[in-house]
């Protein structure tokens, strides 16, 4: 991956808010609670957000989103919400990461 990926970015004004919760999802899945309890050391794509979903499908983590947005109904603060919000980006960035890898393995089986 290019290091200078933030460098890279074009920064539009008015967009800074929506530039801010996705790097707060990028810190909670990379030194955070992700990290935490999931990486084993391992990069993102071969944690088991990634290896479970090749296993059983992009429908795995589609099922995570939903589980976490309904737990969130029951949560009483909003820092509670915003973690399992953020936890939400985190599985749908994975399920883009899954779709792209599919689409590139069909287009290898051509």
Known sequence: M???LVKDIKFIPGYDDLFQILIKAYERASVGKGHQRHSGGEPFNQQWIL???RRFGAGSLSYQIGKKNEEIER???T???V???LDI???AAAEIILLRELEEKKGEMK
């Open 83 to 85: 973690k399992e919000l």
């Open 79 to 81: 820092e509670a919400k």
């Open 89 to 91: 980006i985190v599985y």
């Open 51 to 53: 290896r479970g979903s």
């Open 2 to 4: 290019n290091k200078t």
């Open 75 to 77: 949560l009483e603060t």
